[in-house]
C-alpha cells in the first residue's frame, strides 16, 4: 500500500479524498457515515446564521442518456442552529481523530462577526477553517459567498479578520464567477491565506423545461440561478488550479474541487498542483461508496507509475502548463489510422471533412476492403478524427519530425523585433 | 394404433397467451440506453444492409432525442411495412449483420428498435403521410401484400389514384396470413395497410383478378398496372395419403391461427412438418404453441442447406421443435377411420455431386424406410406459383415467375410492371418482406418517373 496521506497546509488526513462542504456534510449522521466508508476528510456543511431553504432545489444536466453529467442547486448554508453543528462536529471528531473535520464558514463581511464564528467554532476542536467566499447563489444577494469572493479587497479583508484570531489553518475557498482566479487568490494570500481551495460552483441555469417552460429547477414556476458543478465542470477547475498553481504571487497549498468523479480525476488535479481533493457531486450521484475504488484505484495506480507516496504527484505537471506563446510552433503530429482497429464508422471522415480540414480520405485497399486513410501533408493534428474515433487505438496522433528547431510565436516575435532592430541600425 | 389419442383445440384463453407476441418490445429505458449508443455512423453499412435503405443512425438519433415521430416518419418513409419488417426481418444477416459494433463489442439491436418507433407511431395513431395532389392518372395493384402495398403508397405520395385488388378478406399479404402472431400480430400488418388507405388508396378485397374482374379490364382501365400478387398455397408433395384427415397445407395452417382460435386439434399432438423453410418453422412453432405434445421437421437435406434463418431455426429449437436431418417423406399412412396414422420415410445422404441450385443433392438410402407415428403432418415445402394470373395477364413468365426489366420495373407488357413473390424464383429476386416492399416501391417509382411526377410528398 502507497501511502495516500496528506498534509494541507498543516491539515493532515490519511487520504486526499475530503467530501466537500455541501449537502452530504450537513449532519454529523452523515459525515461519520463517510468516514466509516473511507473518506480521509469533510468540509462541514458551510456554518452560519441558519437560513430557510426552497423546496426543490436540485437540477442536473444528462447528456445523451447519461445522467448527471453536470449539477446545479439552489440550496444554501446551513439551515440548522450553530450549536447543533458544533455538537456534532465534536462528536465526529471524538470518534474519528485521524481524519480531517474542516469546518466551512461564512458570514457578513464583518470583523467582530468572523471573530465571534472562528472562536467558537475552534474552541470545539477543528483541524482548520474554510471560508465560503464562492456561494454563487442566495447567500451572495445578501452580500455573503460569491459576492464578497468578486471582490479581491474583501477577500483579503475578511482573510485578515479571520487570521487575527484563527489558530488552525484556513483555507480561503475561491469562487469561479470571476474575470481571473489568481487576482483573488493573490489577495486571499495578502490576507494571510495557508492555503486556497477552489472551484465553487459556476452560476448556471440547469434547463428550462421544454413544455411547462418553466425553469430547472422551480420553486412554484419561478425559478433563480443556480451554482453547477459535476463532471462538466472538471476542466474549467483544473485549469484555474492550474492558473493558480503555476502563479508564483500565489504559492499557497490548493485543495482542488470541481467535477471530480474518481481516481483519475484526482490525479489529474494532484499533478495539476493540488495537494487534495474535495468531491461532491460523485457522492450525491452515487453515495459515500465509491470512495472505496478512489482509494484502490489510486493505490493502484501509485504501485504502477512505482510512486510510494501520493505527495509524490502534486504539481508534478505544473512546469507543463504555459502561455500558448510559449508553444512549439514547429512541433507536428499528424493522425494516423490503423485500418486493422478501425471499424469504418467513418466518423473520422466526416467530421474531418465537414468541420476540419478535409484530409482523411475513403478507400479501398488492395483486398476490396473500404479503409480511411490520412493524406498527412494536409493533416494540421487537430486531434478532431482521434476525438471522434469510437474504437481505442484506431487512430493515433503520431509525431512528425520536420527538422526544425523549436520555436515559439514569443520566440518569434523576439527575433523578428532584433531583426528590426538591426535593419533600422543599418538604416 | 399403439394407443388412442385424445386431441384438443386450445381454449380461447390458452390461445390468447400462446399467440402473444412472444419477444417483449424495449422499454423507454432500454430504447434510449441502445439508441446512444448507437455511433451514427457516416455513410453507415446498416443503410447499405437493408434493402429498402432505411436511413438507420438518422432514425435511431431521433428515438435517442425523443423525436419518436421522426424516427417512425424516417422508417416508414423508406419502407411502408417498417413495423413489420421490424419483427419479421432477419436483422442478422441485414442491418445488424452490418454493424460496425459487432467488431468492437455488441450490434445495436436495430430490429428492437424499429419496431419501439413504429409501435409508438400504431399507438399515436395518427397517419405519418399524406397523398400527394392528384396527377389525373390511374394505377391498379393486383395483391396487397407487401409488395403491393408499398407499390400503392408511393404512387399515392406521387399523386396517383390507385385501387388494389385483393383476393383475401383482408389486406396486407403474408404479413397478415403467412407469419405466426407470437412474431407478428394482424393488427401490425393491418395498420400498415391503414396508413396505406389513409392515402386514399382503395382496397377492393375478396376479388380475384380473372375471376371476380377480368384482367383485360384493368388492362384498359388503368394508366399502369402493378402486378404483385405474391404466390399461392403449398404445392402436393405427391406421395400416397396426402388426401388423408390430418393433412395440412403450411400456410393454411399458419392462416387458421391469424384470426382467433383455429379449428386445429393438436394438443398432444405429435407433428410432422416437411420441410424447412421459413414457412415450416412457422408450422413448426405453431404447433408446439397449439399444444402438440412433439414436433418434427422432417427435411430431405441438412442445416446447411435449409433456407430457415438462423434466428428462426435458434427460436424453433427454444420452443422445443426436433429435427429429422436427411429424412424424406415417402407415403402417408391413414388409420381405418381416414385419419393420419404414420409418416413413412426415407434416410437420406447427400451426394457429391451439385444439383442445379448449387446444394448437394440427397439421395435416399435403400433399404433405410421407417415409419415415424405421427397425428398430423404440415406440408412446407414451398408455394405455387400463380402461372394462370400470369398468363391471363399474357406476360412473359419462366414457370411462373414473370420476367422484368431491372431497370425499369417493366414486364413484358408495357404497362404491366411487378413486385414481390410474383418475381422471385429461379435466380431472380428475393424472397424476403423487406425486399418485396422495396421492389414495390421501385415498381412505383418507375411508374413516377414515366409519368414524371417524382415528387413523393413529404411527412406530416
Not at chain 2, 382501365?221 to 403449398?234: F, R
Not at chain 2, 448449387?358 to 403432418?377: C, K, Q
Request: charged share 20%.
Amino acid at each position: 500500500m502507497a501511502d495516500l496521506s496528506i498534509n494541507l497546509a498543516g491539515i493532515k488526513s490519511p487520504n486526499p479524498f475530503w467530501l466537500a462542504s455541501a449537502p452530504p456534510t450537513n449532519t454529523g449522521y452523515q459525515v461519520q457515515r463517510a468516514f466509516e466508508a473511507g473518506w480521509g476528510g469533510a468540509v462541514w456543511k458551510t456554518l452560519g446564521d441558519p437560513i430557510i431553504n426552497t423546496s426543490s432545489r436540485f437540477a442536473a444536466v444528462n447528456f445523451n442518456g447519461q445522467r448527471v453529467a453536470g449539477f446545479n442547486n439552489i440550496e444554501l448554508i446551513t439551515d440548522r442552529p450553530l450549536e447543533v453543528n458544533l455538537k456534532e462536529i465534536y462528536e465526529t471528531k471524538k470518534r474519528f481523530p485521524d481524519r480531517a473535520v474542516v469546518a466551512s464558514l461564512m458570514v457578513e463581511p464583518k470583523r467582530e462577526k468572523w471573530h465571534e464564528i472562528v472562536k467558537r467554532v475552534e474552541a470545539i476542536g477543528v483541524d482548520g477553517l474554510e471560508l465560503n467566499f464562492g456561494c454563487p447563489h442566495g447567500m451572495a444577494e445578501r452580500g455573503m459567498g460569491a459576492a464578497s469572493g468578486q471582490q479581491p479587497d474583501l477577500v483579503e479583508m475578511q482573510t485578515y479578520f479571520v487570521k487575527e484570531v484563527a489558530t488552525t489553518p484556513v483555507i480561503v475557498k475561491l469562487t469561479p464567477n470571476i474575470t481571473d482566479i489568481t487576482v483573488v487568490a493573490r489577495h486571499a494570500v495578502k490576507g494571510g491565506a495557508d492555503a486556497i481551495s477552489m472551484i465553487n460552483t459556476i452560476n448556471s441555469l440547469a434547463g428550462v423545461d421544454i413544455y411547462s417552460w418553466n425553469t430547472i429547477p422551480h420553486v412554484g414556476g419561478k425559478g433563480a440561478h443556480g451554482g453547477y458543478c459535476g463532471p462538466a465542470v472538471k476542466p474549467i477547475a483544473l485549469n484555474m488550479v492550474a492558473e493558480c498553481a503555476r502563479n508564483a504571487e500565489v504559492g499557497v497549498p490548493i485543495s482542488g474541487i470541481g467535477g471530480i468523479s474518481n481516481w483519475q480525476d484526482t490525479v489529474e488535479f494532484l499533478l495539476m498542483g493540488a495537494t487534495g481533493v474535495q468531491i461532491c457531486t460523485a457522492a450525491m450521484h452515487h453515495g459515500f461508496r465509491i470512495v472505496e475504488d478512489m482509494i484502490d484505484g489510486l493505490n493502484n495506480y501509485l504501485e504502477e507509475m512505482g510512486l510510494s507516496s501520493v505527495s509524490e504527484l502534486v504539481g508534478k505537471s505544473v512546469a507543463r502548463y504555459s502561455n500558448w506563446g510559449d508553444l512549439d510552433l514547429n512541433y507536428k503530429v499528424v493522425a494516423r489510422i490503423d485500418t486493422e482497429t478501425c471499424i469504418n464508422c467513418n466518423k473520422c471522415h466526416i467530421a474531418c471533412e465537414d468541420t476540419s480540414h478535409q484530409c482523411i480520405e475513403r478507400r479501398v485497399d488492395a483486398s476490396g476492403k473500404e479503409i480511411l486513410v490520412v493524406r498527412e501533408e494536409d493533416c494540421v493534428g487537430c486531434n478532431l478524427c482521434s476525438i471522434v474515433c469510437p474504437v481505442d487505438g484506431a487512430i493515433e496522433m503520431v509525431e512528425v519530425d520536420e527538422g526544425l528547431a523549436p520555436m515559439s510565436w514569443n520566440d518569434r516575435q523576439r527575433a523578428l523585433s532584433i531583426l528590426n532592430t538591426a535593419e533600422m541600425e543599418v538604416v | 394404433m399403439e394407443r388412442t389419442r385424445s386431441l384438443n383445440t386450445l381454449s380461447a384463453e390458452k390461445f390468447a397467451i400462446q399467440f402473444a407476441e412472444a419477444e417483449p418490445g424495449l422499454t423507454y429505458k432500454a430504447a434510449s440506453e441502445e439508441a446512444n449508443r448507437c455511433l451514427y455512423c457516416y455513410d453507415a453499412p446498416c443503410i447499405k444492409a437493408c434493402p429498402t435503405s432505411i436511413n438507420i443512425p438518422s432514425f435511431i438519433k431521433r428515438i435517442a432525442t425523443g423525436n419518436l415521430k421522426g424516427a417512425a416518419a424516417t422508417i416508414m418513409d423508406s419502407n411502408p411495412v417498417g413495423a413489420s419488417c421490424s419483427r419479421v426481418c432477419p436483422t442478422e444477416e441485414l442491418c445488424e449483420g452490418a454493424c460496425v459494433l459487432n467488431h468492437a463489442s455488441e450490434p445495436i439491436r436495430i430490429g428492437l428498435l424499429q419496431r419501439y418507433a413504429t409501435d409508438w407511431a400504431i399507438q399515436r395513431g395518427k397517419p405519418l403521410f399524406q397523398a400527394g395532389p392528384s396527377i389525373g392518372k390511374k394505377v391498379a395493384v393486383i395483391g396487397a401484400g407487401p409488395a403491393g402495398l408499398s407499390a400503392a403508397r408511393e404512387l399515392a405520395r406521387d399523386g396517383f389514384s390507385v385501387v388494389i385488388y385483393e383476393a383475401r378478406e383482408k389486406a396486407g399479404g403474408l404479413d397478415t396470413y403467412g407469419i405466426v402472431s407470437f412474431r407478428l400480430p394482424q393488427a401490425v400488418s393491418l395498420w400498415e395497410v391503414e396508413q396505406v388507405e389513409k392515402l386514399g388508396v382503395e382496397i377492393k378485397t375478396g376479388v380475384k383478378v380473372g375471376e371476380d374482374i377480368p384482367a383485360s379490364e384493368l388492362l384498359e382501365q388503368y394508366d399502369a398496372v402493378v402486378l404483385a400478387a405474391g404466390m399461392g398455397y403449398v404445392p402436393s408433395l405427391g406421395i400416397e395419403g396426402e388426401e388423408l384427415s390430418g393433412v395440412y397445407d403450411a400456410i393454411r395452417f399458419v392462416e387458421g391461427t391469424k384470426a382467433g382460435v383455429p379449428d386445429l386439434a393438436l394438443e398432444g399432438a405429435r407433428v410432422a412438418i416437411i420441410g424447412a423453410g421459413n414457412t415450416a418453422i412457422d408450422a413448426a412453432t405453431c404447433s408446439v404453441r397449439l399444444g402438440a405434445e412433439n414436433v418434427k421437421m422432417v427435411y430431405r437435406r441438412t442445416k446447411d442447406e435449409m433456407t430457415a434463418y438462423d434466428f428462426e431455426y435458434e427460436f424453433a429449437k427454444r420452443e422445443g421443435v426436433e429435427f429429422s436431418w436427411l429424412t424424406a417423406p415417402k407415403r402417408i399412412v391413414g388409420d381405418e377411420s381416414g385419419r393420419v396414422a404414420y409418416l413413412e420415410c426415407v434416410r437420406m445422404e447427400l451426394s457429391a455431386e451439385k444439383g442445379k441450385d448449387g446444394r448437394r443433392a440427397p439421395v435416399p438410402v435403400p433399404g433405410s424406410e421407417f415409419l415415424m407415428p405421427v397425428d398430423a403432418v404440415v406440408v412446407a415445402i414451398g408455394q405455387k406459383r400463380h402461372t394462370p394470373l400470369i398468363e391471363l395477364l399474357g406476360l412473359e413468365h419462366d414457370r411462373g415467375v414473370v420476367k422484368i426489366d431491372a431497370g425499369t420495373r417493366l414486364t413484358s407488357n408495357p404497362k404491366v410492371y411487378a413486385a414481390g413473390d410474383i418475381i422471385f424464383g429461379n435466380g431472380q429476386g428475393e424472397v424476403m418482406v423487406v425486399s418485396a416492399a422495396e421492389q414495390g416501391k421501385r415498381a412505383a417509382h418507375a411508374i413516377s418517373e414515366r409519368f414524371s411526377v417524382r415528387t413523393n410528398s413529404v411527412a406530416i
